[in-house]
């Protein structure tokens, strides 16, 4: 399917074949928004190897690789000041926001590095979770070892995900990632309102071979939507 009339067209007789025409039709929106819930879903099920059945995340296949080669981007996060009452850890942790754009799904590396003179320092940023925060400081030496970075995820500031970095800086370092972007929307018409920003018409971006497994997920989301049961409002 390459164009949004071949979307619309095959989403119809699907939805209609699985509900034996007992549903009414969908709009345009109604189903552009089916279409990318579900191709976020696939996309998130095929990379982490937690929730597809092969058990293989990005790196474990060469297949996988190729299909969301066009979604893997470099970006540089951008310095922040958090509010003080927010700034737990007073040894010079910096803040930093992800890309707004194009926004992260999943991160794949991180690397921070500065300029103290003529020499750069590089760091490898290490993830940690609250709980290993708290046991890192219960030790005597709080510190990360040479060349790794403690990071902590945050609260979400204007939408936008937050970080804290900690380690031994002597500046504001520069802060790099590598991602997998968050697809753009599958959209099937020109519309109001905007899906994820998007208003006019676009197919989906991913390889072909990948359509009809979005399509069937976007129908049978469709279904559950529309057998779910309806609660009806009382004055």
């Not at 754009?101 to 320092?121: A, R």
């Not at 970080?163 to 002597?170: A, D, K, M, T, Y």
Request: overall charge neutral.
């Amino acid at each position: 399917m390459t164009t949004v009339a071949e979307w619309s067209a095959e989403f119809d007789i699907m939805w209609n074949n699985i509900m034996s025409n007992q549903a009414p039709g969908l709009s345009e929106y109604e189903k552009s928004v089916f279409l990318t819930d579900a191709q976020e879903q696939i996309v998130l099920e095929k990379l982490s190897p937690k929730t597809n059945i092969k058990g293989e995340g990005f790196d474990d296949s060469l297949i996988r690789q190729k299909d969301f080669e066009s979604l893997i981007v470099v970006g540089a996060m951008t310095t922040y000041t958090p509010d003080s009452a927010k700034q737990l850890d007073a040894r010079g942790a910096k803040y930093f926001k992800y890309p707004a754009s194009p926004k992260p799904l999943i991160v794949l590396n991180e690397m921070c590095n500065e300029t103290v003179g003529t020499i750069i320092k590089e760091y490898v940023v290490m993830p940690i979770s609250y709980a290993e925060y708290m046991r890192l400081m219960s030790k005597p030496y709080k510190y990360p070892p040479k060349g790794i970075a403690w990071r902590l995820k945050m609260e979400e500031n204007s939408s936008t995900p937050t970080v804290e970095l900690i380690g031994r800086f002597n500046g504001t370092p520069t802060y790099k990632i590598r991602y997998v972007k968050r697809p753009s929307p599958i959209v099937l018409a020109n519309i109001t309102p905007s899906i994820e920003g998007v208003s006019t018409a676009q197919p989906c971006a991913l390889p072909e071979h990948l359509h009809q497994e979005i399509l069937r997920r976007a129908v049978n989301l469709a279904k559950i939507a529309w057998s779910e049961p309806k609660v009806e409002q009382t004055q």
